[in-house]
């Protein structure tokens, strides 16, 4: 195959793959505790608001390269996005019933600034683009690192907080009265989606992030009887997604981020077959 | 210590901010070893009344203490078994995980619970005759069973006072019977409090029985007839 052969020329492939592996070690331990506290639009609305970041981030480096020379615009987006984060959390525990609407407009709001911004600084963006669209063909080290240091914040605090989250997940009146401060622990959860999306919008890019971070997930929940086995089951299935699609493409006309979300939707797809018949066979119990 | 009361309210006065006083002037011991029925209409006070000595409602007025000391401060040794669980059964977690939230506090970190905390869930298990369960998923059990695995998370942090909310709400007759002999027997080392609308099982099982609306009177459960009760809601109604 065409892709292993150029792997010692061509550097960016190595780049490539340690970008989907390391997307995968975030989205496998972060997708399931989105999909079962039913978080995916926050995390959607995250994705989005941090075109904000990015915007900021090439707005400054552009017109004012004395302070902001250095800020890359994933740099932007990470901390625009972990600011939504704990905006997006504390609306989730007091908004209430205007939820839906709040942070509809936060959403627009986050995006109409970005576009702004970058619509205000000369030149032609493949920033933008590539946060857009993803750009897994071409990831540059520095990228590498900035994902290896966002994986280790993720990894280190979701280990300690494993226990919280679940509770979090698994029952918030029970926690709440066991004294688990129920807030915080929720401002800690979206951070640290916050920053598997900025991860995998390199990989996916802004418009698909949402596809990797619960379909691998979504395909393996109805399957397990543990969280933590649904964690693992999602990294390794992310792994898988993120690496062979774009190898058996590769070389092809179709676009890597294209082939890992298609391959990841069909995934999902076939994994919802069987496991519907099983959840109707539980619906006979009427507590169910 | 079996002197002490499990709990003790006196010239307990409570009310939401939106409604009259709910609960007024209400003395109340909850004793060590006691079988309490909290029973009355509907509006009467009996949730509040939980909810107060879980510490999640503060009355205006008066003073509670739980095993001794305020209710906020004892949280973790009230085991509490609500009538409508909020546990999201779409969440991949065996039963054992679920029993094990009971042992969770604030001080909790890190992935694993510790051994002492797996030996108090396979204790808590084994007093509800649930340990063949414990690597089945919640979700997948039935109601009966679901409602012992709670009555053990509710156990696994050594509580020293059970409290439970309309217990038997939605149970078949031959349910019902299992859990009175459950509780009967948990009832040998653990005080017992539990809301329900069924003065019949009150009154046939349970040692005593409060009459709440908005004040509150003891009776030994047996004296709560039929006609008592009638002249309760007629009488005691202003």
């Known amino acids: 195959m065409g892709f292993f052969q150029d792997f010692g020329t061509n550097p960016f492939l190595l780049t490539g793959?340690?970008?989907?592996?390391?997307?995968?070690?975030?989205?496998?331990?972060?997708?399931?505790?989105?999909?079962t506290r039913r978080i995916v639009f926050l995390a959607g609305a995250i994705a989005h608001i941090a075109i904000g970041g990015v915007g900021a981030a090439i707005f400054l480096a552009t017109r004012f390269p004395a302070g902001f020379a250095g800020v890359s615009p994933m740099q932007g987006a990470t901390v625009v996005a972990v600011v939504a984060a704990i905006v997006l959390a504390v609306l989730h525990q007091r908004a209430g019933e205007r939820l839906d609407t709040i942070v509809g407009a936060l959403w627009a709001i986050g995006m109409a600034i970005g576009l702004?911004?970058?619509?205000?600084?000369?030149?032609?963006?493949?920033?933008?683009?590539?946060?857009?669209?993803?750009?897994?063909a071409f990831v540059g080290w520095n990228y590498i690192y900035w994902m290896v240091a966002l994986d280790l914040v993720i990894i280190v605090v979701a280990v300690l907080w494993h226990r919280r989250?679940?509770?979090?997940?698994?029952?918030?009146?029970?926690?709440?009265?066991?004294?688990?401060?129920?807030?915080?622990?929720?401002?800690?959860?979206?951070?640290?989606?916050?920053?598997?999306?900025?991860?995998?919008?390199?990989?996916?890019?802004?418009?698909?992030?949402?596809?990797?971070?619960?379909?691998?997930?979504?395909?393996?929940?109805?399957?397990?009887?543990?969280?933590?086995?649904?964690?693992?089951?999602?990294?390794?299935?992310?792994?898988?997604?993120?690496?062979?699609?774009?190898?058996?493409?590769?070389?092809?006309?179709?676009?890597?981020?294209?082939?890992?979300?298609?391959?990841?939707?069909?995934?999902?797809?076939m994994a919802l077959l069987p496991a519907k018949r099983r959840k109707d066979d539980g619906a006979k119990n009427p507590a169910a | 210590m079996s002197t002490e009361p499990?709990?003790?309210?006196?010239?307990?006065?409570?009310?939401?901010?939106?409604?009259?006083?709910?609960?007024?002037?209400?003395?109340?011991?909850?004793?060590?070893?006691?079988?309490?029925?909290?029973v009355g209409p509907n509006g009467g006070g009996k949730t509040t009344l939980l909810r107060i000595l879980l510490g999640l409602l503060e009355p205006q007025q008066g003073s509670v203490t739980v095993l001794g000391q305020r209710p906020k401060d004892v949280r973790s040794r009230i085991g509490y078994v609500p009538q409508h669980s909020s546990i999201d059964l779409t969440v991949p977690a065996e039963v054992?995980?679920?029993?094990?939230m009971g042992c969770?506090?604030?001080s909790s970190w890190g992935p694993r619970f510790s051994k002492q905390h797996l030996e108090a869930a396979y204790r808590a298990l084994g007093q509800t005759g649930t340990e063949d369960l414990a690597g089945r998923r919640f979700g997948d059990l039935s109601g009966g069973q679901r409602q012992r695995v709670l009555i053990a998370r509710a156990l696994a942090a050594e509580a020293g006072l059970l409290l439970l909310d309309e217990p038997t709400a939605g149970v078949d007759i031959h349910r019902e019977r299992e859990l009175l002999d459950l509780l009967h027997r948990l009832n040998?080392?653990?005080?017992?409090?539990?809301?329900?609308?069924?003065?019949?099982?009150?009154?046939?099982?349970?040692?005593?029985?409060?009459?709440?609306?908005?004040?509150?009177?003891?009776?030994?459960?047996?004296?709560?007839?039929?006609?008592?009760?009638?002249?309760?809601?007629?009488?005691?109604?202003?």
């Open chain 1, 17 to 35: 793959l340690l970008a989907g592996l390391l997307a995968s070690v975030a989205c496998g331990a972060m997708g399931p505790y989105v999909i």
């Open chain 2, 188 to 238: 040998e080392r653990l005080p017992i409090v539990l809301v329900s609308h069924d003065i019949t099982l009150v009154s046939s099982h349970l040692k005593r029985a409060a009459w709440v609306n908005r004040s509150v009177v003891c009776y030994p459960a047996k004296e709560l007839s039929p006609a008592v009760i009638e002249s309760m809601y007629h009488g005691g109604d202003h």
């Open chain 1, 116 to 136: 702004l911004l970058i619509k205000l600084t000369p030149g032609y963006h493949t920033e933008l683009m590539s946060y857009l669209f993803g750009n897994i």
């Open chain 2, 6 to 38: 499990a709990a003790r309210l006196s010239g307990v006065t409570f009310r939401y901010p939106s409604s009259g006083k709910v609960l007024e002037s209400v003395d109340l011991e909850v004793e060590s070893r006691d079988f309490l029925g909290l």
């Open chain 1, 165 to 269: 989250f679940l509770a979090l997940c698994l029952d918030e009146e029970q926690a709440q009265l066991q004294g688990i401060p129920v807030l915080t622990t929720e401002i800690v959860l979206l951070v640290l989606v916050a920053l598997t999306v900025i991860v995998l919008t390199q990989v996916v890019g802004l418009i698909l992030v949402i596809a990797l971070l619960t379909l691998p997930a979504a395909a393996v929940a109805q399957r397990v009887t543990r969280m933590a086995s649904l964690i693992w089951y999602s990294i390794a299935l992310s792994a898988i997604l993120t690496t062979v699609p774009r190898i058996v493409v590769y070389g092809t006309r179709i676009s890597p981020e294209a082939a890992i979300v298609l391959v990841a939707g069909v995934v999902y797809l």
């Open chain 2, 104 to 106: 969770l506090s604030d």
């Open chain 2, 96 to 100: 054992l995980d679920v029993v094990l």
